[in-house]
């Protein structure tokens, strides 16, 4: 492959990903200019170490990979998002099912009920915030699969951890989303929500 | 779960405990077993809880896509673009 080859599938698969790196990017470290910074930033050192790509099938990945180390390693710091308490992982078990596997029933009531309207109406902001407000490990997880359609192996990747953690993490972050929108039902006065 | 491997299951179906062990390698795409999936889809058919389990969750995670998912800044894309020429 000659340079200008190199640098052509760069820019093409950077191209290709920007959005999703400008998405991650701002779910990491919020909106403005620390997620372009970090974007910019992430391209700059994947051409650094662009020959350290074995397999090219993989680039997504590790570009992703690239972003993920560069928020840990410079931003998160001095993030804009507020400091979160330091969320302690539990093992992968039959007991992190979501909060609707473990109240099933009521929350399907509410589910299947006129109430359903809520979740239909629910605003993308309401959504957004939902998932701002989940702790780094699972945002950046349900990101990576829920968003960007990273398979578990791609996100474990991405994020240095084994798939399992990635299985847990998405088990952990959907629980905890819709424990955020049951509340949000309950506050907006939905009876099934309010029997809780 | 109002109907865990109840009597209305047929014998061969996978009942809710194991579909529910099932559940979200369906959702994200990773259950690649044709005979889990099938085993899967077939108890979606007649368990209602589950059916409805499974519509909710798709539905909730095509919401969270949509309204998460955003266009990079033109001077970004531009950005990067002066960057990469730059090499």
């Known amino acids: 492959m000659t340079d200008d080859d190199r640098k052509s599938f760069f820019s093409t698969r950077v191209e290709e990903s920007i959005d999703a790196l400008y998405g991650v990017a701002v779910r990491l470290v919020g909106r403005g200019s620390e997620a372009e910074d970090l974007v ?33 390693s410079d931003y998160r710091k001095r993030s804009v998002r507020p400091v979160e308490t330091p969320y302690v992982e539990e093992p992968d078990s039959d007991d992190l099912g979501t909060f609707l ?20 109406g629910l605003l993308a902001e309401q959504l957004q915030s939902a998932v701002d407000a989940l702790p780094d490990a699972f945002r950046t997880t349900v990101i990576l699969v829920n968003v960007e359609g990273f398979t578990y192996d791609e996100a ?38 309010e029997e809780q | 779960m109002s109907d865990i491997n109840d009597d209305n299951h047929p ?30 889809e077939h108890h979606l058919s007649h368990c209602r809880s589950c059916f409805s389990r499974t519509e909710m969750e798709q539905a909730l995670t095509a919401r969270i896509r949509t309204s998460v998912r955003r266009e990079s800044p033109a001077l970004l894309r531009a950005r990067v673009r002066r960057l990469i020429d730059k090499f």
């Open chain 1, 101 to 120: 596997n473990q109240q099933p029933d009521d929350f399907l009531v509410w589910w299947s009920n006129p109430e359903r309207a809520f979740f239909n």
């Open chain 1, 40 to 72: 910019a930033e992430t391209v700059a050192r994947a051409w650094s170490a662009f020959d350290s790509l074995q397999d090219r099938a993989r680039f997504r990945p590790w570009i992703f990979r690239i972003l993920h180390n560069c928020f840990i």
């Open chain 2, 11 to 40: 014998q061969h179906d996978i009942g809710c405990l194991q579909a529910i062990e099932a559940f979200y390698a369906y959702l994200d795409g990773e259950l690649d077993d044709p005979e889990s999936i099938a085993g899967f």
């Open chain 1, 156 to 193: 474990a990747e991405v994020l240095g951890v084994p798939a399992g953690t990635v299985r847990s993490r998405m088990k952990r972050g959907r629980t905890l989303l819709q424990k955020a929108l049951w509340e949000q039902a309950k506050s907006a006065g939905f009876s099934a929500a």
